[in-house]
């Protein structure tokens, strides 16, 4: 079962009603050691100077963890989709798809999910993951008929 980035944060002792909605969605778009890591950063830091804005700190410091993941190859976090009508796909860590990939995904069997996850992780170039899964997911529908 997948962690929420509100979770991650309450569990470290970090009040997530003081973070808006789009530092939140940043933030859950790392892994969860990344986001546990950057939790205790901010309370490190808030800890020495206090910080004025924690929505603003845990935003960029998100986004420029993001982006060094993904300089040093790890694509899989370039797969995530903005917040906002998006699914999380927990089998698949920081992959969220849109509500047609999720329902066609989940016309799927456990076993048959779990094929095309394994066949998802091992592409790196997947530009659109709810377009990708959900192709692959219908095709399978077809097969089956």
């Known amino acids: 079962m997948a962690t929420s980035a509100s979770a991650v944060l309450l569990r470290s002792g970090i009040s997530p009603a003081g973070i ?3 530092a939140l969605a940043k933030f859950g ?5 990344n986001q546990r890591e950057l939790a205790r950063q901010l309370q490190a830091t808030h800890a020495v100077t206090p910080i004025n804005s924690p ?3 845990l ?6 963890m993001l982006t060094e993941l993904a300089k040093a190859g790890n694509n899989i976090y370039l797969r995530t989709a903005p917040a906002g009508g998006t699914h999380l796909i927990p089998e698949l860590e920081g992959v969220y798809v849109d509500e ?15 094929k095309l996850y394994e066949e998802f992780r091992s592409k790196a170039d997947i ?7 959900y192709s692959k997911a219908r095709s399978m529908m077809i097969d089956k008929a």
Do not use: N
């Open 20 to 22: 808006d909605a789009e």
């Open 29 to 33: 778009e790392l892994p969860l050691e």
């Open 55 to 57: 929505s603003r700190w």
């Open 100 to 114: 047609a990939c999720r329902e066609k995904l989940d016309e799927l069997t456990e076993e048959e999910r779990a």
């Open 127 to 133: 530009q659109s993951p709810s377009k990708g899964l």
């Open 59 to 64: 935003f960029a410091k998100s986004r420029t």
